[in-house]
């Protein structure tokens, strides 16, 4: 258990040829700053290839932010950003996309593309990638509806689907290319406890059948303790506390265990 | 209190070039990805239907009905000085120099325009764009180079099409309810009416594409706020496109007139 903002000792982060045998994303000393406000005040962390690392911390913390940071969507003020042993600061978005290519996000909302049905919108980034077998995109979507357990809904319109159906979607976009590594912007917000379950199975099964790397955006501490190899607490724009799900649990710190039981008095 | 007034002034000034830059490098970007990035062409047709075909009432009437209109005015003030079988020549002229090309311009910044910018601007503001950028779609590639396309084909032919429904109501307007001789009225028509209008029509509706295609997609792709943003954005792209319609035809006029001027010379 760590509980000073830095990154795991086995994670080497001070060149960039260590980061290449290491780590699938690792991020030192980003700093993000909107209109006044500093979101992200020096976060540090690293994500192992196949590793879950899961993201707690209250809302409006930062963690979304933290997440378009990783993948290009944001520019941060200062800081830097490996993926897969490359550096993407001050990549424009051409140069962008080959990372890109690598990662899926699931959006908090799907971000469906509300003008194309189900299976359009998870053949999406097929057709992009440039493939024009027909049969192939028929089987592909056949097994990612089989995957989020969506079988015969393809023809359905994103505005005809429900919260959870719209994430899975939006996951099976997301992943249909296998990218090797998925970042989740909170994946069972706004849910109700069953469907956020499947979900957690859903993030689970996928772990254990494509073996990618994952980065989970939660305030959701079932979901956390479902999905997460680690988990990393941000709090003030830096990462607090950082450990296993167990060392977290253990942890005395009033302050993670005001957020673990949703105790508001000394959270605030 | 003066150096307030002239820090507004400055700042209006500059938001305005800085506004301008915005448009210089979106046009620059989806310049460059239509010559070097694959064409969507399933996107570019998707676009022709919503921009040509289906502008294909709001064009008809607008010039059916500015055409008879003007042939009234203009018989009602040419038959008291005894001209009245020039109405055709003066109508032509203005059809295809001034009226088609802005009036079309005009209301296809309100139908396709407003459309973009809305279009756009609630998948700005619903992170559609930031999953196509997630996805390694670049959103110009995507958004805006078929619309771009699609606009500076189409436009011409809508301004055609705008000019000779203006003609034929025009003709209709002249010679059956004013009692104008239709074979005077024609050869008077085709005699004033010269290729370099018909170019000048076209190429200002040319230029009418671009200014609307790019103001639109630029207020879109810059929506925030919700709702309320994409609202204000879909205004102010239908304002602003309109202001430099009018604006640039002037100037377009100017210009033009230089390389293709009016009337037998």
Known sequence: MTTAPTIPASVAVDGRS???????????????????QDILRGVDLSVAAGETLVIIGRSGGGKTVLLKNLIGLMQPNEGEIWIDGQSIIGLGERQLE????????????????????????????????????????????????????????????????SG????????????INQPSCILYDEPTAGLDP??????????????????????????????????????AYLH???????????????????LIQDFLIGRAALAD | MVARFLTGIGGVVLAF??????????????????????MRWRLFLRQMVDIG????????????????????????????????????????????????????????????????????????????????????????????VPRMLAMMVSMPLLVAECIGFGLVAAYFVSVNLLDISGPYYVANMVRWTLMRDIIMGLTKGFCFAILIVFISCHKGLNSREGAVGVGRATTEAVVNASLAILISNFFLTMFLNVIFPAGWQ
């Open chain 1, 236 to 254: 003030e724009g830096r990462i607090y506390f950082h450990g296993t799900p167990a060392e977290i649990q253990a942890s005395p710190d009033p």
């Open chain 1, 194 to 231: 069953v469907v956020s379950d499947s979900i957690n199975r859903l993030i689970r099964r996928l772990q254990e059948r494509y073996h990618v790397t994952s980065v989970v955006v939660t305030h959701d501490m079932k979901n956390a303790f479902h999905v997460g190899d680690r988990i």
């Open chain 2, 53 to 144: 075909l289906l502008s294909q009432l709001v064009v008809v009437i607008t010039g059916g009905f500015t055409g008879a209109v003007f042939a009234a005015q203009t018989y009602f003030q040419f038959n008291k000085l005894g001209v009245a079988s020039g109405v055709g020549a003066v109508v032509s002229a203005a059809l295809f120099r001034e009226l088609g090309p802005v009036l079309t311009g005009l209301m296809v910044t309100g139908r396709v325009g407003a459309a973009m910018s809305a279009e756009i601007g609630t998948m700005k503001v619903t992170e559609q764009i930031d999953a196509l950028r997630a996805l390694a779609v670049h959103p110009v590639d995507y958004l805006v």
């Open chain 2, 17 to 38: 070039f800085i506004y301008l830059g915005e448009l210089v490098m979106l046009a620059a970007e989806s310049v460059r990805s239509a010559l070097t990035h694959r």
């Open chain 1, 164 to 175: 959870g159906m719209k994430k899975r979607v939006g996951l099976a976009r997301a992943i």
């Open chain 1, 98 to 161: 080959a990372i890109r290519r690598k990662v899926g996000i699931l959006f908090q909302g799907g971000a469906l593309f509300d003008s194309m049905t189900v299976e359009e919108n998870i053949a999406f980034p097929l057709r992009e990638a440039g493939e024009r077998d027909g049969r192939v995109i028929e089987r592909k979507i056949a097994e990612m509806l089989e995957v989020i357990e969506l079988e015969g809904q393809q023809k359905k319109m994103p505005v005809n689907l």
């Open chain 1, 18 to 36: 260590n980061l290449r045998a290491a780590p699938m994303i690792a991020v030192r000393g980003l700093k993000k700053r909107i209109g006044p």
